[in-house]
């Protein structure tokens, strides 16, 4: 995701893999509550941990979590995660 024009710093491609993967399962942005894409935090780590594709464990996924929230990919308010990025680069 982090590309030329983009500003935050490159991560992992397995931890790329699952923010997209969350992006994908991600409540699309409505003209109410969220205009962003919107996961709970708990929906998120569900997520991650039943691909099978990526096979992560329960520490796995709170490693990914943090990069994503730390690097800018997702911000949190309250129990959910919000996608920082336009839904069409997800």
Not at 43 to 65: F, G, I, K, M, W
Not at 82 to 87: G, H, L, M
Request: net charge negative; proline share 8%.
């Amino acid at each position: 995701m982090a590309g030329i024009t983009d500003p935050r710093p490159p991560l992992p491609e397995w931890i790329r893999e699952c923010y997209d993967l969350l992006c994908s399962h991600a409540d699309p942005p409505d003209n109410g509550k969220a205009a962003v894409q919107v996961i709970e935090y708990d929906d998120a780590t569900d997520v991650l941990l039943s691909d099978s594709e990526l096979a992560l464990e329960q520490r796995d996924v709170e490693y990914a979590l943090t990069r994503l929230l730390e690097r800018g990919y997702f911000y949190e308010v309250e129990d959910e995660l919000r996608v920082t990025s336009p839904e069409e680069q997800c």
